[in-house]
C-alpha cells in the first residue's frame, strides 16, 4: 500500500524555467513532509520540508505547497538550473519519527 | 555536520554468500534504518531501529537481519544472498524529536552474481 505517491518518473525543463515536481498522498495523519534530492551514487540529501498547519514554504529557489484538503503537495524550483538535474523523492512522516513513507521519486532534468 | 557513513560503496558477492553491510553515525541519533532503492520502486524500508537491541521490520524485510549492540551502529544482514537482492543500500539516522529529516549514508551498490 503505497502510501506516497509521484506518478511522474521523470521531468524535463529548459534552464530558467520552472520545474514541478508533485507528490500525492493517502494518510490524513501525516504531519510533516519532507522533500530530498538525490544524485547518481550518493545517498539523498534533505531539501525543503513543511509542516502540515502551513500551506507554504520557500527556501531561496525552492518552494513548496501544501493542499491538505487535496492530499497534495508540489515542489516549484525557480529558476531552475542544469545542476538541479537529480532524482527528487517526497517524504511524509507519521506521528513518529521512525515512521517515513517515501515516493518512488521523480527524475528532473534541466537542459542547459 | 551529521555524518552517515556506509562500510562499502560498492559490493559483489556470489549467490548464497553471507553480506554484512554496516552503518555508523556520529550524531547520536536513536533511530536508525536500512532502505533499498530501486529504480520505479523509490525508497522501500527494510528495517529500522528506535534503539540498542530494538529492532523493527520495514516494508520488506524478509532475506535480511539486522544488529544493533551500539547506539551509532547498525548493521545490515543478507543470511543468503540472491540475485533479486542486488541494490542500492541506504542507511539514515534520526534523533527521534524533531522534524524527522533523515540523515543518509553514501549507499552501497550491492551486486549479487
Known amino acids: 500500500d503505497q502510501q506516497v505517491k509521484q506518478n511522474s518518473p521523470s521531468l524535463s525543463v529548459q534552464e530558467g524555467r520552472i520545474s514541478i515536481l508533485n507528490c500525492d498522498y493517502t494518510?490524513?495523519?501525516?504531519?510533516?513532509f519532507l522533500w530530498y534530492k538525490k544524485y547518481p551514487a550518493e545517498g539523498p540529501t534533505f531539501l525543503i520540508s513543511?509542516?502540515?498547519?502551513?500551506d507554504k514554504n520557500e527556501d531561496g529557489r525552492f518552494t513548496v505547497f501544501l493542499n491538505k484538503s487535496a492530499k497534495h503537495l508540489s515542489l516549484h524550483i525557480v529558476p531552475s538550473q542544469p545542476g538541479d538535474s537529480a532524482v527528487y523523492f517526497c517524504?511524509?512522516?507519521?506521528?513518529?519519527?521512525?515512521?517515513?513513507?517515501f515516493g518512488a521519486g521523480t527524475r528532473l532534468t534541466v537542459k542547459p | 555536520d551529521v555524518k552517515v557513513t556506509q562500510s562499502s560503496r560498492y559490493l559483489v558477492k556470489r549467490t548464497g554468500e553471507k553480506v554484512f553491510l554496516e552503518c555508523v553515525q556520529d550524531?547520536?541519533?536513536?533511530?536508525m534504518f536500512w532502505y533499498r532503492q530501486d529504480p520505479g520502486l523509490g525508497l522501500r524500508l527494510i528495517y529500522f531501529?528506535?534503539?540498542?537491541?530494538?529492532?523493527e521490520k520495514g516494508d520488506i524485510p524478509e532475506g535480511y537481519s539486522v544488529s544493533r549492540e551500539k547506539k551509532e551502529r547498525f548493521s545490515l544482514i543478507l543470511e543468503s544472498a540472491s540475485t533479486n537482492q542486488t541494490s542500492m543500500y541506504l542507511c539514515?539516522?534520526?534523533?527521534?524529536?524533531?522534524?524527522?529529516?533523515?540523515?543518509f549514508g553514501p549507499g552501497t551498490r550491492l551486486t549479487v552474481t
Open positions: 550524531m547520536d541519533h536513536e533511530n
Open positions: 531501529s528506535y534503539d540498542v537491541k530494538m529492532k
Open positions: 494518510n490524513s495523519m501525516f504531519d510533516y
Open positions: 513543511i509542516s502540515s498547519i502551513k
Open positions: 539514515a539516522s534520526t534523533p527521534w524529536t524533531g522534524t524527522g529529516e533523515q540523515y
Open positions: 517524504a511524509a512522516k507519521g506521528l513518529n519519527n521512525n515512521d517515513m513513507r
